[in-house]
């Protein structure tokens, strides 16, 4: 975890994840720490399918105001640091529904966030990654419906991690998967 933070310097990411076992300890110590959740580490072989009325693409940078604007929306704050990087790396993607971006994710990995309307936003940009980027996604475990569905589609649980916001922002208006660091 201090490779995290030290990674981060003077950028505040909006998401920690530490082991079980390094939760407490990480709660004393860091103390702008708030809310807790459980993220499980998932990886396995790339989901390859279509998800009814989803479209998936890579992101442009003519995007980025319409994923922060869900971000706000989901989070009550945008991400628009690590959109933009995203964007100039070439990780990020797009789900569209009816015309429009209903999902975003910077990369599909541990380094990588998702923010979506819905659980098939999320799906749809899980299932069109080539691959999980570091060592797996991380799903959260209160969002049982993309948990099992990640499940059901050959994804491993590798371990239990506990998510640590370092941005409280109160109830999520959508679906998200968090990252270690953008």
Known sequence: MAWVLNRAGSYTPTDYSSGISQSLSMSLC?????????????TGKPIRANIPSRGVRRASESDAAACNTLCRKVHGFD???????????GT???VESNG?????TTGVGFVGHGV?????DLKALIASA??????????PT?????FRWCLDNGLKVVQQMTLMDAHPSGPANGVYWPAVLS
Do not use: C, K, M, W
């Not at 807790?36 to 580490?41: E, F, H, L």
């Not at 979506?116 to 098939?120: K, Q, R, V």
């Not at 080539?130 to 799903?139: A, H, V």
């Not at 209160?142 to 993309?146: A, K």
């Open 30 to 42: 860091q103390g702008g720490l708030h809310r807790q959740r459980d993220a499980v580490q998932q």
């Open 79 to 89: 991400r628009e640091h690590e959109v933009a990087h995203a964007i100039a790396r």
């Open 92 to 94: 990020a993607a797009v």
């Open 100 to 104: 429009r971006i209903t999902g975003y």
């Open 116 to 120: 979506g309307e819905t659980n098939e």
């Open 130 to 139: 080539d691959g999980f980027s570091g060592p797996g996604i991380l799903i």
């Open 142 to 146: 209160g969002n049982g419906e993309l």
